[in-house]
């Protein structure tokens, strides 16, 4: 590689990876401003406008040729800027929800905001990752951040023993992914995706390629929460903080299935996974929603939704077609928004004091009545969740089902309508609950806190429930998405 031009072409790879930056400079500047202002009420505001900057740069190249900066390490524009809207548009709207969540329970702390900043700043390199050396690195800037918001309410012993069993199954997964690098590197002698990909057209799938591309799946599908690398899921979920739970839940999704999708598309096409997706498929979707149906907290229940949520994304995945990983896309963008709203619902109805993780379902009996704004945004959630149409969660499922089954997978899409006619009871049981059971009818406490909703809280849930409901009866994005796999497309014209 000639870096001799390095500072020549490193003006122009700053404007175009100008989000990217932009949020790196904010959460140092976040850090720093709390260093000399401790808990400073602009770094909310700081956070905010810098995600709602970054979120309209990208939208200004969502439909340009994609391109590449810093050598061919990263991605610009087109499918990047897809993924780099989805995860900023759930740190934005989890920056909205957590102000007054953690206030409330004590921990308003300002370097949560730049946390956030860094750890969307890793989401954002993993997404947009040519390479798989910058995979490794967004990974773990991605990581180390959700590490330190999982144990962010220091005293309590749940949310700490979340924050031990997150670090030490990540770095478990993380030596997997690296093993998977070393070996790729030794098979192709390259870590940039097309060069992998045109050694293996030119020399085929060594031994050494099989096994690095396995153990570089196994990486990936534990970010992913897929069966069986999904038991760090439910207790990490249940002991973070709720709001930030509903963007460790989404965001990191929506980056590694987006690292993993250009895996799949351009240094491994057509090399035989079709059988192994399926395989994880199968399972992630039966075991996550048998096993939610036994919850009776609500967010260790939304825990294993989400593993179930993956497996649906993975039907896509496992067509190995175009339609089939630009219907993953879109998924992802609608999973993003029901979870977010969902989480943010439950962060509003905690009264534990230990955030939410001991009180049950059944506490909430009647809830809907009582704030009626939470339990009506709560159902567009829940409904979408389950698949019902006309929300996004039905289109989502049909836009990963559809290619499945024109890739022969009829069995696969057979299991995972099933599985979601399965989730439909412990989603609706939730709104039976909150509009259908008294406070004599349950067998345990319920609590009379008020739930006073904050103003900003209220306009989240209503543009989430609204967007649900945009995302259902118009296609048009969909079509968006499928565009970067077209044959004049963003990715086709990725050196």
């Not at 965001?251 to 999708?261: E, P």
């Not at 993780?357 to 809907?368: D, I, N, P, Y």
């Not at 309508?417 to 319920?446: C, G, H, I, N, Q």
Request: proline share 4%; net charge negative.
């Amino acid at each position: 590689m000639d870096l001799s031009t390095a500072y020549d072409l490193l003006g122009a790879d700053l404007v175009a990876t100008k989000s990217l930056v932009l949020l790196t400079v904010l959460g140092l500047v976040a850090i720093v401003v709390d260093a000399f202002s401790n808990d400073h009420k602009s770094l909310p505001w700081m956070a905010g406008l810098g995600l709602a900057a970054g979120i309209a740069f990208e939208a200004l190249t969502l439909f340009q040729p994609s391109g590449t900066a810093f050598y061919g390490m990263l991605r610009v524009g087109g499918y990047a800027a897809y993924l780099n809207i989805v995860i900023m548009a759930a740190a934005l709207l989890t920056i909205i929800l957590s102000v007054p969540y953690l206030k409330r329970i004590r921990h308003n702390y300002g370097e949560v905001h730049a946390i956030v900043l860094f750890a969307t700043v890793g989401m954002m390199v993993l997404a947009a990752s040519n390479n798989l050396v910058s995979s490794f690195v967004g990974l773990e800037t991605m990581s180390i951040p959700l590490y330190i918001l999982t144990g962010l309410v220091r005293d309590d012993e749940g949310a700490i023993e979340s924050a031990l069993k997150y670090f030490l199954l990540g770095a478990f997964a993380t030596g997997f992914f690296l093993y998977g690098i070393a070996l790729l590197y030794g098979a192709t002698g390259s870590m940039y995706l097309p060069e992998i990909a045109a050694h293996v057209a030119a020399n085929g799938p060594s031994v050494l390629f099989v096994a690095g591309s396995a153990l570089l799946l196994i990486g990936f599908l534990f970010k992913v929460s897929a069966v069986p690398f999904h038991m760090w899921t439910p207790d990490v979920y249940q002991g973070a903080p709720t709001t930030l739970t509903g963007f460790m839940s989404t965001a990191s999704k929506a980056a590694a299935f987006g690292a993993l999708i250009l895996v799949l598309y351009i240094a491994m096409p057509g090399q035989g996974w079709t059988e192994a997706l399926s395989v994880i498929a199968l399972l992630t979707m039966v075991l996550g929603n048998i096993v939610a149906l036994a919850q009776a907290n609500v967010k260790r229940m939304l825990a294993y939704s989400s593993v179930a949520h993956a497996g649906y994304v993975l039907v896509g995945l496992a067509s190995g077609s175009t339609d089939g990983y630009s219907g993953a896309l879109f998924y992802l963008l609608v999973y993003t928004v029901m979870n977010i709203g969902a989480f943010g619902v439950m962060s509003v109805l905690e009264w534990d004091e230990r955030g939410g993780r001991e009180q049950t379902l059944e506490s909430l009996a009647g809830v809907g009545y009582r704030r009626p704004l939470l339990g009506w945004t709560m159902a567009f959630f829940l409904f979408s969740l389950s698949g019902f149409p006309p929300l996004g969660g039905f289109l989502g499922k049909y836009a990963v089902f559809a290619p499945a089954v024109e890739a022969g997978l009829t069995w696969l899409v057979i299991v995972g309508v099933l599985a979601s006619a399965v989730s439909a009871y412990y989603y609706l049981r939730v709104l039976v609950v909150f509009f259908m059971k008294t406070a004599d009818e349950v067998r345990v406490p319920v609590s009379d806190a008020p739930f006073e909703v904050p103003r900003s809280t209220a306009v989240v849930l209503v543009l989430c429930a609204a967007a649900l409901l945009v995302l259902g009866v118009s296609p048009q994005l969909l079509e968006v998405t499928a565009r970067f796999f077209s044959s004049t497309g963003a990715l086709a014209l990725i050196p």
